[in-house]
Nanobody, 111 residues
Framework: VQFGESGGGLVQPGGSLRLSCVVSGGIFSAYSMVWYRQAPGKKRESVASISKDGNTNYVDSVKGRFTISRDNAQNTVYLQMNSLKPEDTAVYYC??????WGQGTQVTVSS
């Protein structure tokens, strides 16, 4: 299974970004998917998850600002990020519980 993240960039505080992750080589609809992030000098943390049935969970720091969704027909999971803060700056990754990781996508929130 391979993961291809995209959609990151530089955005001002209060702005929005939509991240995408295309999953290839497996049965996407069977996986729960998780968005992670890793800021410089910090451990990778789980940000949001979505089950194969569409149930979602979020870390407290992003509740009400981020929305995870999936399109099983496109083998893609999304992360809509609104009201971005400087502390959201990190490399964002998606994964479905596999040992392999994609290259991630950089999100930088700065004025």
């Amino acid at each position: 299974v391979q993961f291809g993240e995209s959609g990151g960039g530089l955005v001002q505080p209060g702005g929005s970004l939509r991240l995408s992750c295309v999953v290839s080589g497996g049965i996407f609809s069977a996986y729960s998917m998780v968005w992670y992030r890793q800021a410089p000098g910090k451990k990778r943390e789980s940000v949001a998850s979505i089950s194969k049935d569409g149930n979602t969970n979020y870390v407290d720091s992003v509740k009400g600002r981020f929305t995870i969704s999936r399109d099983n027909a496109q083998n893609t999971v999304y992360l809509q990020m609104n009201s971005l803060k400087p502390e959201d700056t990190a490399v964002y990754y998606c994964n479905g519980g596999f040992a392999t990781w994609g290259q991630g996508t950089q999100v930088t929130v700065s004025s």
